[in-house]
């Protein structure tokens, strides 16, 4: 049996595939936002959705709380209103149909690592509350999240990729995933080492959702979501001269810092598929070009001043299961990952908070 090292080193490997991943096969049978996943996809989510369970259940055997599976260290838990503007045209769909306001949940992650001194992928997590249509994957109603990265594409960007990669981390042997001289993955490898940064604070870089979304009622319009701040800045990496402190959270120190002294504004954006080639729905390793098609501003997310690094505040987002497709119809996730990931980040994230609440739960005298 693999050493704990061992054990925790292949979780965070996998923790970063799955915060990356978000693609799916070129079948041409499935059209823009069909849910349908075939046969072929259906057994491979169920391999991939048994190896992270695994992974959970060795936690849970040693008497351990069980990770996330993804983005696992919470940098930040903060309170937001999410304000949508009036729109017209193609803006105006779904969600943002009419003008409105959202209490907004906003959980800011490392995808590996818990030292945040050390470059990773940065992750955002977004839940709103009230949306009306919206339902979840449990059946609640009103919520609904967006998840996203630091970095606009993803290493791998289809199922198979995915299977082969859960394989190489289960088997011990993640460098096979991308040095494997019978299918070496440079753009993989090169896609992975880009998405790494070291940014002052989690404020201050953008965040893509990396995969594609319905956007309204038209079954052939898709966009991707964006984040920024709203001074418009915010690249995949900032300075991060806080790296070179000896504050092995000093993201979280940060921007409590900032919230401190007053509130932070970022911006919701969407950017449309105008080029079904060149912006495939398919290959979430391709960035769509944002001179050919730029992210336009939809959504404004205002963080009041607010104590976000006590233990009551990261407890709340900890608790909490994120999945796209809690979601409004209009903004149903598109691309055959999307599709396993519905059930993937469900059945692991019940393990873990199943689990972790009876390690909290006070002992009965």
């Known amino acids: 049996m693999p050493s704990p090292a061992k054990r925790a080193a292949g979780a965070l490997a996998l923790a970063l595939w799955l915060g990356l991943v978000a693609g799916c096969s070129d079948d041409p049978g499935l059209a823009l936002g069909e849910e349908r996943i075939d046969p072929e996809e259906a057994a491979l989510e169920r391999a991939m959705t048994a190896r992270i369970l695994e992974i959970g259940q060795r936690h849970r055997a040693a008497g351990e709380a069980i990770p996330r ?3 696992p260290k919470t940098v930040a838990c903060a309170r937001a209103t999410f304000e949508v503007p009036p729109h017209t045209g193609e803006l105006a769909r779904g969600l943002f149909a009419e003008p409105g306001e959202y209490a907004a949940l906003l959980r800011f992650a490392n995808a590996t690592r818990q030292d945040d001194r050390e470059k990773d992928l940065r992750g955002l997590s977004v839940r709103l509350a009230g949306v009306e249509g919206a339902e979840g994957v449990d059946g609640t109603r009103g919520r609904q999240d967006f998840l996203f990265n630091s970095h606009p594409a993803l290493f791998a960007g289809t199922p198979e990729d995915f299977h082969r990669f859960v394989s190489a981390v289960a088997g011990d042997r993640l460098w096979w995933y991308f040095l494997n001289p019978l299918a070496p993955q440079p753009k993989s490898l090169w896609i992975a080492l880009r998405a790494r940064s070291q940014p002052d604070s989690p404020l201050a870089i953008g965040y893509y959702s990396t995969t594609p979304y319905r956007y309204g009622d038209d079954e052939t319009s898709a966009v991707k979501y964006a984040v920024r701040p709203c001074d418009g800045t ?25 919230l401190a002294e007053g509130e932070a504004c970022l911006t919701f954006m969407v950017q449309f598929q105008t080029d079904p080639d060149s912006m495939p729905i398919e290959d979430a390793s391709v960035t769509w070009d944002e001179d050919a098609s730029p992210f336009r501003p939809v959504a404004r997310l205002t963080l009041p001043p607010q104590e976000i690094d006590d233990p009551d505040a990261l407890a709340r987002c900890e608790s909490l299961v994120f999945n796209p497709w809690n979601t409004h119809p209009a903004h149903r996730p598109l691309g055959g990952i999307n599709r396993m990931r519905r059930d993937i980040y469900q059945a692991a994230g019940e393990l873990r908070t199943t689990h ?3 390690l909290s739960a006070p002992e009965t005298p």
């Open 356 to 358: 972790n609440a009876t």
């Open 69 to 71: 599976f993804n983005q």
């Open 234 to 258: 915010g690249g995949a990496a900032a300075n991060g001269d806080g790296a070179d402190g000896d504050d092995p959270d000093y993201l979280r120190h940060a921007m409590a810092a900032q």
